[in-house]
């Protein structure tokens, strides 16, 4: 399975941008879609998930009001709507996908090949 992951770029601080991630193959009512992000150094950190079937969405603490995930089973594709962006948002952002619900990136069985996202103060 392929995810293609597109939409990262410079903004600035405030300003909004969107991902969008496909996968290769159908992503069927029971998988999880999402986000994780990593900056060098660190681990790659959880930014929001989403089911497939239901729609049941998943934030961590720090992006909660800020971003929106959705997805469009039609097109097979998921969306990272982020507003109110942050310095620290400035990340290259992953797309995955799951058999189950975990923020733990190990948990998870497919990646995107990760889009960099930064932000100016």
């Known amino acids: 399975v392929q995810l293609q992951a597109s939409g990262g770029g410079l903004v600035q601080a405030g300003t909004s941008l969107r991902l969008s991630c496909t996968p290769s193959?159908?992503?069927?009512?029971?998988?999880?879609m999402g986000w994780f992000r990593q900056v060098p150094g660190k681990e790659r950190d959880f930014v929001a998930a989403i089911r497939w079937g239901t729609g049941r969405t998943y934030y961590a603490d720090s992006v909660k009001g800020r971003f929106t995930i959705s997805r469009d089973s039609a097109e097979n594709t998921m969306t990272l709507q982020m507003n109110s962006l942050k310095p620290d948002d400035t990340a290259n952002y992953y797309c995955?996908?799951?058999?189950?619900?975990?923020?733990?990136?190990?948990?998870?069985?497919?990646w995107g090949q990760g889009t960099q996202v930064t932000v100016s103060s």
């Open positions: 995955a996908r799951a058999n189950g619900y975990s923020t733990y990136w190990r948990d998870w069985n497919h």
């Open positions: 193959t159908r992503t069927f009512s029971s998988h999880i």
